[in-house]
């Protein structure tokens, strides 16, 4: 069902104000009467769509994830290298955004979420490419692969992600082969 465009337009100036107030502190300090007076919108339209600043910030969130799994799926990225491209482009084009979200003062598991959706999209490559696993160890392999992607990821955006998105995921897919190799 198509939103209003006046709906699209008021959760917008919500959603832009939040983070906005999330660049300055975290998500557990940003009140709702906040929001309200930065978006100049009263609270019941608040309410009308958001319990709270904690269920605003999943919303963005899962919206964010919504987007990316359309773009891994027009892009046909059916691969680990294709949805870690899909996802780090999507970073790299919007940086502000992507800082804010994974900064100390939001959703601590936000980076966590965007890796699951590489899990999810390549279960089936990864049960072929480790057949003897059993779904507890591909579990600790994926934790073990998402700690290194979550470094590399942090280390790439605080040096201003000089480097093309093609030679970060080429790096990260080598350390992966590298560590698959006996």
Request: proline content about 3%; hydrophobic content about 40%.
């Amino acid at each position: 069902m198509k939103e209003d465009a006046r709906v699209r337009y008021t959760k917008s100036i919500i959603k832009k104000v939040f983070i906005e107030l999330l660049k300055e502190q975290p998500v557990d300090k940003i009140t709702v009467t906040n929001i309200c007076d930065k978006a100049s919108i009263n609270r019941t339209t608040f309410y009308k769509y958001y319990k709270n600043a904690s269920d605003l910030l999943y919303k963005i969130e899962a919206d964010q994830i919504e987007i990316l799994k359309n773009k891994i799926i027009e892009q046909n990225a059916l691969s680990i290298v294709a949805c870690l491209k899909v996802i780090l482009t999507d970073i790299r084009e919007n940086p502000d955004y992507y800082g804010t979200m994974f900064s100390e003062n939001a959703d601590a598991q936000f980076r966590k979420k965007l890796f699951l959706l590489i899990y999810e999209a390549n279960m089936n490559n990864i049960c072929k490419a480790c057949p003897d696993l059993p779904q507890k160890e591909r579990e600790w392999l994926f934790q073990f692969a998402f700690e290194g992607l979550n470094g590399i990821l942090k280390q790439w955006m605080t040096e201003g992600m000089k480097e093309d998105v093609d030679q970060v995921v080429d790096f990260a897919v080598t350390i992966v082969e590298k560590i698959k190799r006996p």
